[in-house]
T-cell receptor, first 110, second 115 residues
């Protein structure tokens, strides 16, 4: 699986959009970009994933650059409950294991 | 979606003993995994639990230390054997939901402290 690079931590004001970047310059053609988050004392939670097109669901939007070397997870209106560690992972679909990097610790402040 | 539960939620154990952690999924999952998360760290994959056959271990983890069973599509156990304080960690199980295998669901974790 391709290695991903994320900022160690970020701050965001409550109600504002949180934009979390991820670099995955060695991603291969059959690897998707996945995002998970882990709220304190809980197991990780799936957020969204995509291959090359931008994706949106009820939780977030995923913007992938045309060359697929980087992506941005957008939480459109961050709340205090979005404070968590966010993991960006490049992995194949179809039942392959997920390897976690260090992630970005997002602090949403009132 | 799938709901994954783990037992126990936490335990305090003595050095040299073993603890078995149970993982139960409310839906059939194609694959199950076990992770370890040390304080303040990310998740480290221990092994893939294979139904009806031996688990597939990641580098640095061995069956004698972390024996795993998976007797059916919804249940797995991880045993932490001959424990030492270095085994103090959170242990999490996860599953990929059948028929879709795009989304991984995680249990709440088992917090283990070894004295």
């Amino acid at each position: 699986d391709a290695k991903t690079t994320q900022p160690t931590s970020m701050d965001c004001a409550e109600g504002r959009a949180a934009n979390l970047p991820c670099n995955h310059s060695t991603i291969s053609g059959n690897e998707y970009v996945y995002w998970y988050r882990q709220i304190h004392s809980q197991g990780p939670q799936y957020i969204i994933h995509g291959l090359k097109n931008n994706e949106t669901n009820e939780m977030a939007s995923l913007i992938i650059t045309e060359d697929r070397k980087s992506s941005t997870l957008i939480l459109p209106h961050a709340t205090l409950r979005d404070t968590a560690v966010y993991y960006c992972i490049a992995a194949r679909t179809g039942g392959f294991k997920t390897i976690f990097g260090a992630g970005t610790r997002l602090f949403v402040k009132a | 979606s799938a709901v994954i539960s783990q037992k126990p939620s936490r335990d305090i154990c003595q050095r040299g003993t073993s603890l078995t952690i149970q993982c139960q999924v409310d839906s059939q999952v194609t694959m199950m995994f076990w992770y370890r998360q040390q304080p303040g760290q990310s998740l480290t994959l221990i092994a893939t639990a294979n139904q009806g056959s031996e688990a597939t271990y990641e580098s640095g983890f061995v069956i004698d230390k972390f024996p795993i069973s998976r007797p059916n599509l919804t249940f797995s156990t991880l045993t932490v054997s001959n424990m030492s304080p270095e085994d103090s960690s959170i242990y999490l199980c996860s599953g990929l939901l059948a028929p879709s295998t795009d989304t991984q669901y995680f249990g709440p974790g088992t917090r283990l402290t070894v004295l």
